[in-house]
C-alpha cells in the first residue's frame, strides 16, 4: 500500500497517527478514517470537530470502534466500511453490487492507494479476481459539509453491468428518529418522521427527474430533534435523476445513511476499461435542523457562479393570462409590473408555435407568428424600455405527439416498446443523448438567446419519465439523459454569459443541488398558497439557500386551492426568497397597486439580508403560529414573520421566541407591516412603544405577538441599537 505521507504531513488539516488513522477537520466538522478497519477504511466518527485529539487518541478513537465477535455470528464482525459488500460478511444494504452476465457476483476490496491533501482524500480499491477498481473521494468543504463520490472502473476484460452504487455514511448510535420529506404536485417536500428501528427506511425516485416527492434530505438524529437542537445528521444526493437514499440500522449496532443514483436493469454497463461515476452526495450535520441546514447555504452561497447581484422582483405571466397571449394585453400587464417595482418579466407557456393551450406545440421552439407577427421584438423592447428584464418560458425536454417536432423525429421519442409511453400533460420526453435531438434542441435555444435579449430562462419539465428507453426493447436512458441536461445548461449558460436560468418540473418536482449547481434559483412550488407555501419554503430550504427559492405574491384567490388570502399574508411568506409577483395586477385598483409597491420596495430593501443571512425557524411555537426570521450573517439585524395559519389555543397567545441574535447586543424591536390593523382588530399592545431587548431576551423571553385572525402575518424588524 502506497500512501502520500508528505502531502499529509504538510497539511495542518490532515493529520495522520502512525498512520493508519487520517482526519480531515473543517467547518466545525471531523471526519475520522480508520484505513486499517476490516475489510475496508472505515469512518469512525463525522461530527463535531474533535479539537484536542492526538495521533494516539485518534488511533485510540479507531480501535476502540471496532466490533466484538459474537455467537452465531462470523468469525470477525465486519466494520462498516466506505463500500460495504457482501462477499465481506456485510448484511446490510451492500455499496456496491454488479455482475458479469450473471456471472463474477463477489466482491472483496483491497485498499491499494490513499491519497490526501488539505481537506479531501481519495482511496483507491481494488478487486484483482473481480476485476473491478472502485475510487472514494471525500472532501470536506468549507462549512463542514462531506462531500462524496464513488467510481467503478471495469479492469476486467468482459463488460461488467453495474446494479448498484450507495455512497455511505455512517451514523451515532442514537440517531434513532429518521425524518425526510415526500409530496406531490402543489405539495411538493412535507416533512415525514418515524423511529429508525433494525432494518431500513428507504426512498426512491424512480421518476425520471428529481421528483415532487422525493427525499430532499434524509436525516436521523436524536429523538425529538428539531430546528434549533437536537443532534442529527442528514444526506442529500446531488442528482436529478433516478436515485435512492437508505437510513439502516442493523443489528450490528452499525447504522447509517446511504446515497446514490438509482440504476436501471442494464442502465450501466461497463465495457472494458469504462468507468461509472456517482453523483455527489453531500453529508451535513448539526446540532437542530437550522445548523445542518446553514452548512448547505454556507457552502452554496460561496461558490463562485452563485448569483450574488441582487435578485430582481420578478412578474411571471402564467396565472395572470395563462394561454391569452397578445401584445396589447402583455404590453399591459408590463406596465402594470413596473408601477409596482418590478424589475424582471418573465412571459410564460404559450409563445411558440402551435401553443394555445397544453395539448400541443412542445418541441417547435419557434415564435408564433399568427400571435405575433412581429416576433417577440415588440414585446421584449417594451419590458426593457420600462427598465425591466426578459425572462422567456422553454421546456426543452418535452414534445407534444401534436407538434412539428413529433411529426418529423417520432424516433427521438424515449420509448421503451412500440406504443409510447403513458402521457402526462399530453406530453412526451426527448431522448436527449441522442445527438442530432440534442443538436437540434440546443440550436433552438441558442437561436433564441441570439436573436433576443433573454436575461432569464424558466426551464420548465412538466412530467415523470416513464418507461424511458432508447426505442422499442431498448436500453434504459435516464441516466444518459439526466447527463445530456446537464451538459445542455452548462452548454447555454458557456455561450450566454450573464444568462440566468430556473429550474422549475411543475413547480418544484426538479429541485437538488445538481440541476442547482448550473441553474440559479427553482420555482419552489406551483402552490402559491401562503399556507401551503409555509411548509414547503421550510422544508426545501433544509438544503437550499432563501435567494434561490423562487416565492411570488398570489391573486387574491389562489388559483390552486381556491383559498382567498390577504396581501398581507401572502407578501409576509414571499418575503423569505427570491421575490416575485404571479398575479393579473391590470385588473388591480390604484390603491392595491400602492399597497404592492409597498411589498415590493420592502422585499428590496429586505433582499440583501435574505441573501446573505441565516433563516432560523422555532422549536415549540404553539399550534397556529409559524414563526420564522432571517438573521444577518453579523447579527446586526433580522427580519421575522409571525404567521397566524390556524386560530391558537391560548387568546391572547402566549409569547414568541426570536432566536439567532447575538445574545449579549441590545436591538431595537419595530414592526413594520401588520396585516388587519385597518380591519379595526385590537391594536398590538406595544406595537407603539420604544422597546429594546437583548439578543438572549429576545431567544429566551421572546414577545407577545398580536391578535391575528387565521391567516394575518405580521412582519418584524430587529435591528442593533446604537
Ligand atoms: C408548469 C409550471 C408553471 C407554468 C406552466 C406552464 O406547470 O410549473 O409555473 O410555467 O407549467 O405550462
Given at each position: 500500500?502506497?500512501?502520500?505521507?508528505s502531502?499529509?504531513?504538510?497539511?495542518?488539516?490532515v493529520?495522520?497517527?502512525?498512520?493508519?488513522?487520517?482526519?480531515?477537520?473543517?467547518?466545525?466538522?471531523?471526519?475520522?478514517?480508520?484505513?486499517?478497519?476490516?475489510?475496508?477504511?472505515?469512518?469512525?466518527?463525522?461530527?463535531?470537530?474533535?479539537?484536542?485529539s492526538?495521533?494516539?487518541?485518534?488511533r485510540g478513537?479507531?480501535?476502540?470502534?471496532?466490533?466484538?465477535?459474537?455467537?452465531?455470528?462470523?468469525?470477525?464482525?465486519?466494520?462498516?466500511?466506505?463500500?460495504?459488500?457482501?462477499?465481506?460478511?456485510?448484511?446490510?444494504?451492500?455499496?456496491?453490487?454488479?455482475?458479469?452476465?450473471?456471472?463474477?457476483?463477489?466482491?472483496?476490496?483491497?485498499?491499494?492507494?490513499?491519497?490526501?491533501?488539505?481537506?479531501?482524500?481519495?482511496?483507491?480499491?481494488?478487486?484483482?479476481?473481480?476485476?473491478?477498481?472502485?475510487?472514494?473521494?471525500?472532501?470536506?468543504?468549507?462549512?463542514?459539509?462531506?462531500?462524496?463520490?464513488?467510481?467503478?472502473?471495469?479492469?476486467?476484460?468482459?463488460?461488467?453491468?453495474?446494479?448498484?452504487?450507495?455512497t455511505?455514511?455512517?451514523?451515532?448510535?442514537?440517531?434513532?428518529?429518521?425524518?425526510?420529506?415526500?409530496g406531490?404536485?402543489?405539495r411538493e417536500?412535507?416533512?415525514?418522521?418515524?423511529?429508525?428501528?433494525?432494518?431500513?427506511?428507504?426512498?426512491?425516485?424512480?421518476?425520471?427527474?428529481?421528483?415532487?416527492?422525493?427525499?430532499?434530505?434524509?436525516?436521523?438524529?436524536?429523538?425529538?430533534f428539531?430546528?434549533?437542537?437536537?443532534?442529527?445528521?442528514?444526506?442529500?444526493?446531488?442528482?436529478?435523476?433516478?436515485?435512492?437514499?437508505?437510513?439502516?440500522?442493523?443489528?450490528?449496532?452499525?447504522?447509517?445513511?446511504?446515497?446514490?443514483?438509482?440504476l436501471?436493469?442494464?442502465?450501466?454497463?461497463?465495457?472494458?476499461?469504462?468507468?461509472?461515476s456517482?453523483?455527489?452526495?453531500?453529508?451535513?450535520?448539526g446540532?437542530?435542523?437550522?445548523a445542518?441546514?446553514?452548512?448547505?447555504?454556507?457552502?452554496?452561497?460561496?461558490?463562485?457562479?452563485?448569483p450574488?447581484?441582487?435578485r430582481?422582483?420578478?412578474?411571471?405571466?402564467?396565472?395572470?393570462?395563462?394561454?391569452?397571449?397578445?401584445?396589447?394585453?402583455?404590453?399591459?400587464?408590463?406596465?402594470?409590473?413596473?408601477?409596482?417595482?418590478?424589475?424582471?418579466?418573465?412571459?410564460?407557456?404559450?409563445?411558440?408555435?402551435g401553443?394555445?393551450?397544453?395539448?400541443?406545440?412542445l418541441?417547435?421552439?419557434?415564435?408564433?407568428?399568427?400571435?405575433?407577427?412581429?416576433?417577440?421584438?415588440?414585446?421584449?423592447?417594451?419590458v426593457?424600455?420600462?427598465?425591466?428584464?426578459?425572462?422567456?418560458?422553454?421546456?426543452?425536454?418535452?414534445?407534444?405527439?401534436?407538434?412539428?417536432?413529433?411529426?418529423?423525429?417520432?424516433?427521438?421519442?424515449?420509448?421503451?416498446?412500440m406504443?409510447?409511453?403513458?402521457?402526462?400533460?399530453?406530453?412526451?420526453?426527448?431522448?436527449?443523448?441522442?445527438?442530432?435531438?440534442?443538436?437540434?434542441?440546443?440550436?433552438?435555444?441558442?437561436?433564441?438567446?441570439?436573436?433576443?435579449p433573454?436575461a432569464?430562462?424558466k426551464?420548465?419539465?412538466?412530467?415523470?419519465?416513464?418507461?424511458?428507453?432508447?426505442?422499442?426493447?431498448?436500453?434504459?436512458?435516464?441516466?444518459?439523459?439526466?447527463?445530456?441536461?446537464?451538459?445542455?445548461?452548462?452548454?447555454?449558460?458557456?455561450?450566454?454569459?450573464?444568462?440566468?436560468?430556473?429550474?422549475?418540473?411543475?413547480?418544484?418536482?426538479?429541485?437538488?443541488?445538481?440541476?442547482?449547481?448550473?441553474?440559479?434559483?427553482?420555482?419552489?412550488?406551483?402552490?402559491?398558497?401562503?399556507?401551503?407555501?409555509l411548509?414547503?419554503?421550510?422544508?426545501?430550504?433544509?438544503?437550499?439557500?432563501?435567494?434561490m427559492?423562487?416565492?411570488?405574491?398570489?391573486?387574491?384567490?389562489?388559483?390552486?386551492?381556491?383559498?382567498?388570502?390577504?396581501?398581507?399574508l401572502?407578501?409576509?411568506?414571499?418575503?423569505?426568497?427570491h421575490?416575485?409577483?404571479?398575479?393579473?395586477?391590470?385588473?388591480?385598483?390604484?390603491?392595491?397597486?400602492?399597497?404592492?409597491?409597498?411589498?415590493?420596495?420592502?422585499?428590496?430593501?429586505?433582499?440583501p439580508?435574505?441573501?446573505?443571512?441565516?433563516?432560523?425557524?422555532?422549536?415549540?411555537?404553539?399550534?397556529?403560529?409559524?414563526?420564522?426570521g432571517?438573521?444577518?450573517?453579523d447579527?446586526?439585524?433580522?427580519?421575522?414573520?409571525?404567521?397566524?395559519?390556524a386560530?391558537?389555543?391560548?387568546?391572547?397567545?402566549?409569547?414568541?421566541?426570536?432566536?439567532?441574535?447575538?445574545?449579549?447586543?441590545?436591538?431595537?424591536?419595530?414592526?413594520?407591516?401588520?396585516?388587519?390593523?385597518?380591519?379595526?382588530?385590537?391594536?398590538?399592545e406595544?406595537?407603539?412603544?420604544?422597546?429594546?431587548?437583548?439578543?438572549?431576551?429576545?431567544?429566551?423571553?421572546?414577545?407577545?405577538p398580536?391578535?391575528?385572525?387565521?391567516?394575518?402575518?405580521?412582519?418584524?424588524?430587529?435591528?442593533?441599537?446604537?
Open positions: 500500500m502506497h500512501r502520500s505521507d502531502q499529509l504531513d504538510a497539511e495542518q488539516t493529520t495522520t497517527s502512525a498512520p493508519h488513522v487520517l482526519h480531515l477537520t473543517r467547518g466545525g466538522t471531523s471526519v475520522v478514517l480508520d484505513l486499517d478497519a476490516s475489510p475496508g477504511p472505515s469512518i469512525v466518527h463525522w461530527g463535531a470537530a474533535l479539537t484536542g492526538t495521533p494516539a487518541t485518534l478513537t479507531a480501535i476502540a470502534a471496532r466490533a466484538q465477535r459474537v455467537s452465531g455470528g462470523l468469525d470477525a464482525t465486519p466494520a462498516l466500511s466506505l463500500v460495504p459488500v457482501a462477499a465481506d460478511g456485510w448484511f446490510g444494504t451492500p455499496g456496491l453490487e454488479g455482475h458479469r452476465d450473471g456471472n463474477g457476483v463477489s466482491i472483496r476490496l483491497a485498499t491499494v492507494d490513499v491519497q490526501a491533501a488539505e481537506h479531501r482524500a481519495s482511496i483507491a480499491l481494488a478487486d484483482a479476481e473481480a476485476d473491478l477498481a472502485v475510487r472514494v473521494e471525500l472532501r470536506l468543504g468549507p462549512s463542514g459539509l462531506l462531500h462524496q463520490r464513488l467510481t467503478v472502473r471495469n479492469t476486467g476484460t468482459t463488460p461488467y453491468t453495474l446494479q448498484s452504487l450507495l455511505t455514511f455512517p451514523l451515532p448510535a442514537d440517531a434513532t428518529e429518521v425524518f425526510d420529506t415526500t406531490h404536485h402543489l417536500r412535507a416533512p415525514q418522521r418515524r423511529q429508525l428501528g433494525i432494518g431500513s427506511h428507504v426512498r426512491e425516485s424512480r421518476r425520471g427527474r428529481t421528483g415532487a416527492d422525493s427525499a430532499i434530505l434524509l436525516a436521523a438524529g436524536r429523538p425529538g428539531g430546528f434549533e437542537r437536537g443532534r442529527v445528521h442528514g444526506i442529500h444526493v446531488a442528482w436529478s435523476g433516478n436515485h435512492r437514499v437508505v437510513a439502516e440500522r442493523s443489528v450490528t449496532g452499525d447504522a447509517l445513511l446511504a446515497g446514490g443514483e438509482l436501471l436493469p442494464g442502465e450501466v454497463v461497463l465495457a472494458p476499461g469504462a468507468a461509472y456517482s453523483p455527489w452526495v453531500i453529508g451535513s450535520w446540532d437542530g435542523l437550522t445542518l441546514s446553514h452548512r448547505f447555504h454556507d457552502e452554496w452561497r460561496a461558490r463562485p457562479q452563485h450574488r447581484r441582487p430582481p422582483v420578478t412578474l411571471n405571466t402564467w396565472e395572470a393570462v395563462y394561454f391569452d397571449h397578445s401584445l396589447e394585453r402583455l404590453t399591459a400587464l408590463a406596465d402594470a409590473a413596473v408601477s409596482v417595482g418590478v424589475e424582471r418579466f418573465v412571459l410564460d407557456d404559450g409563445w411558440f408555435e401553443r394555445r393551450d397544453d395539448t400541443a406545440g418541441g417547435d421552439w419557434t415564435v408564433d407568428r399568427e400571435v405575433w407577427a412581429h416576433g417577440l421584438h415588440p414585446l421584449i423592447d417594451h426593457r424600455a420600462l427598465g425591466m428584464e426578459f425572462g422567456l418560458w422553454v421546456e426543452p425536454e418535452m414534445v407534444n405527439p401534436d407538434s412539428e417536432l413529433a411529426r418529423r423525429h417520432p424516433d427521438w421519442i424515449l420509448r421503451g416498446r406504443s409510447l409511453p403513458p402521457s402526462g400533460r399530453q406530453q412526451q420526453v426527448l431522448d436527449l443523448s441522442i445527438p442530432d435531438a440534442y443538436a437540434h434542441i440546443a440550436a433552438r435555444l441558442h437561436a433564441l438567446l441570439d436573436e433576443y433573454i432569464y430562462l426551464w420548465d419539465h412538466n412530467r415523470d419519465l416513464v418507461d424511458a428507453a432508447g426505442g422499442p426493447a431498448g436500453a434504459a436512458r435516464v441516466h444518459a439523459h439526466t447527463l445530456a441536461v446537464y451538459r445542455l445548461l452548462d452548454e447555454l449558460k458557456a455561450a450566454h454569459p450573464g444568462l440566468e436560468i430556473e429550474s422549475c418540473a411543475s413547480g418544484g418536482a426538479r429541485v437538488d443541488l445538481g440541476i442547482l449547481d448550473r441553474t440559479d434559483r427553482v420555482w419552489t412550488s406551483d402552490s402559491l398558497d401562503p399556507l401551503e407555501r411548509e414547503n419554503q421550510k422544508h426545501t430550504g433544509l438544503v437550499v439557500p432563501p435567494e427559492l423562487g416565492m411570488h405574491l398570489t391573486s387574491p384567490v389562489v388559483h390552486s386551492s381556491g383559498r382567498t388570502v390577504s396581501l398581507g401572502s407578501g409576509a411568506v414571499a418575503l423569505f426568497g421575490f416575485g409577483i404571479e398575479w393579473d395586477l391590470t385588473t388591480v385598483d390604484e390603491r392595491k397597486r400602492e399597497e404592492i409597491a409597498e411589498w415590493v420596495a420592502l422585499a428590496k430593501r429586505l433582499r439580508l435574505i441573501a446573505s443571512g441565516r433563516v432560523v425557524h422555532v422549536d415549540g411555537t404553539e399550534p397556529g403560529i409559524d414563526v420564522r432571517v438573521v444577518a450573517a447579527t446586526a439585524s433580522a427580519v421575522f414573520t409571525v404567521v397566524q395559519t386560530s391558537s389555543a391560548a387568546y391572547p397567545a402566549g409569547r414568541v421566541r426570536m432566536p439567532g441574535l447575538d445574545p449579549a447586543r441590545v436591538y431595537r424591536v419595530q414592526v413594520r407591516m401588520r396585516d388587519g390593523e385597518d380591519a379595526g382588530q385590537s391594536p398590538l406595544w406595537a407603539g412603544a420604544e422597546i429594546v431587548m437583548t439578543g438572549l431576551e429576545l431567544a429566551e423571553a421572546g414577545v407577545r398580536p391578535v391575528q385572525r387565521p391567516q394575518q402575518a405580521m412582519v418584524l424588524e430587529i435591528t442593533a441599537a446604537g
